[in-house]
């Protein structure tokens, strides 16, 4: 199983917004929209992957319609977002955020992020494994795992959620603990099970996540994307590892 992850990674989103950052700036200054355009279409394509997980999570959950929005929506919307207001950033190396500060607030005026039903979350650690093998079988079956699982999977532009152990244990002394279900899972049933819990989980508590495990962003990123504290984002990101590593020992149980 892959393991190894650069949790600071630079990836090639900040990358691009860093070095098109500038460009954007000259041919806004030059009124010259159309290289504008050329040179944000550079950026989009993984803002666009972002936006499809976003509207999917809020599809799985419920409440939210299948094919009313689509990411082409968002980001033709960002289009004209960053073109308006794309001077109020006086440094290259701030753009990145604010691009992800831009799109999660126009998602979020579409996407109502209900109240957390905790229940799940508290009692976590109550599910046995023939539970939560029959989760998993609902997942993929009743329209919330197979959105993602199946249809989307299909497509190579997609962001795949190969998420990883590394994603959820960061403590050096569950190392252990990781070697034992390393052994007992593959790749596939690893990431399946994550998304499973994640599905259940909070709109705000997968957000988080994503960006910490999948943009590699840190705690004071994450807060200034959301409008929230530190504390706060901190507080989210250890309940979510929490019930991921709960739910990891009581399906997979050390042997």
């Known amino acids: 199983m892959k393991r190894n992850i650069s949790y600071y990674h630079e990836n090639h989103l900040r990358i691009i917004a860093k070095t098109t950052f500038p460009k954007l700036i000259k041919s806004k200054k030059e009124g010259d929209k159309i290289h504008f355009n050329q040179h944000l279409l550079k950026i989009m394509p993984e803002l666009k992957i972002y936006i499809k997980g976003r ?73 046995s494994k023939p539970e939560w093998d029959a989760m998993e079988e609902n997942f993929s079956t009743d329209g919330g795992g197979d959105l993602v699982m199946i ?22 002394n569950l190392k252990a603990l990781t070697n034992t279900i390393d052994k007992d899972l593959n790749e596939e049933a690893l990431s399946r099970h994550i998304q499973l819990v994640l599905h259940n989980l909070s709109l705000p508590m997968q957000t988080v996540f994503e960006l910490s495990t999948k943009q590699h962003l840190s705690l004071q990123d994450i807060a200034e994307i959301r409008n929230v504290t530190v504390e706060e984002v901190d507080k989210i990101l250890s309940n979510v590892r929490k019930a991921l590593e709960l739910s990891l020992l009581n399906r997979y149980p050390s042997r």
């Open 55 to 127: 509207l999917d999570a809020a599809i799985n959950k419920g409440g939210f319609p299948k094919g009313m929005y689509k990411a082409d929506d968002f980001i033709d919307q960002l289009f004209i977002e960053i073109y308006d207001h794309i001077e109020t950033i006086t440094d290259d190396k701030d753009f990145y955020l604010w691009l992800f500060k831009k799109t999660n607030a126009l998602l979020e005026d579409v996407i109502i992020e209900e109240e957390f039903d905790d229940f799940f979350f508290k009692n976590i650690d109550d599910y």
């Open 151 to 172: 249809e989307e999977l299909n497509d190579s532009s997609y962001n795949k959620n190969d998420y990883t152990l590394n994603h959820v244990f960061i403590e050096d």
